[in-house]
């Protein structure tokens, strides 16, 4: 079963805004990785956080972990349209693969 | 050149059909896996492989079946597809252990309709 669940499913902003995406997840885990899917398309990685890290920061990207709630958000500042995409946090743990949650389908309008 | 390649990348088969869908990649990448993705549910692991040698299974692998025939290339085949198995799927490499704290790489996805 999946072990990462987005929230909220689907956000639509206007261009310029900040766009914040959480991410729970129920065991425990050594890192958790936000990509990125442009409609129909490959998934990217974004950017990864070890357990042992509470905030990363890449370009307009900010994520945060919360082991004690077991959760992450990602936060994408001053939004522009290509930013439109849907985005997956995937959990790790172990030597498993990772597992992907449902994804947040984020539509930024210009 | 890209370097996870999905051959074929769009394929409309009928129920009862045998497909095979591949993977080749140019990371020497040793980790390969397959996802698929359907509205609403994310991505699913399929099958996964950590080398040439070893083929594991993943959360949905009925109906699925896997061949890793070299470092590169690592095949799914549907032996008899059925209309559920309509989904967007996906090829992915990784770098070695620990397989968790590497990024994945993706294809850019094989579209498959089931009639």
């Known amino acids: 079963s999946q072990q990462g669940e987005e929230d909220p499913q689907a956000l639509s902003i206007q261009e310029g805004e900040n766009a914040t995406m959480n991410c729970s997840y129920k065991?425990?885990?050594?890192?958790l990785q936000w990509y990125r899917q442009n409609s129909g398309r490959g998934l990217v990685h974004l950017i990864l956080?070890?357990?042992?890290?509470r905030e990363k920061h890449s370009g307009r990207l900010r994520v945060t972990l919360d082991t004690s709630k077991k959760s992450s958000s990602l936060l994408i500042t001053a939004s522009r349209a290509a930013d439109t995409a849907s985005y997956f946090c995937?959990?790790?743990?172990?030597?498993?693969?990772?597992?992907f949650g449902k994804g947040t389908r984020l539509s930024v309008i210009a | 050149d890209a370097d996870v390649t999905q051959t074929p990348r769009n394929r409309i088969t009928k129920t009862g059909k045998r497909i095979m869908l591949e993977c080749s990649q140019t990371?020497?990448?040793?980790?390969m896996y397959w996802y698929r993705q359907d509205p609403g549910l994310g991505l699913r692991l399929i099958y996964y492989?950590?080398?040439?040698?070893?083929?594991n299974k993943g959360e949905i692998s009925d109906g699925y079946s896997v061949s890793r025939q070299a470092q590169a290339k690592f095949s799914l085949s549907l032996e008899s597809a059925i209309p559920n198995q309509t989904a967007l799927y996906f090829c992915?490499?990784?770098?070695?252990?620990?397989?968790?704290?590497?990024?994945?790489?993706f294809g850019p996805g094989t579209r498959l309709t089931v009639l």
């Open positions: 992915a490499t990784s770098r070695d252990s620990p397989s968790s704290y590497n990024e994945q790489f």
């Open positions: 065991t425990s885990i050594n890192n």
């Open positions: 956080i070890r357990s042992n890290e």
């Open positions: 995937a959990t790790g743990s172990g030597n498993t693969p990772l597992v």
């Open positions: 990371k020497g990448h040793d980790r």
């Open positions: 492989s950590f080398d040439v040698k070893d083929i």
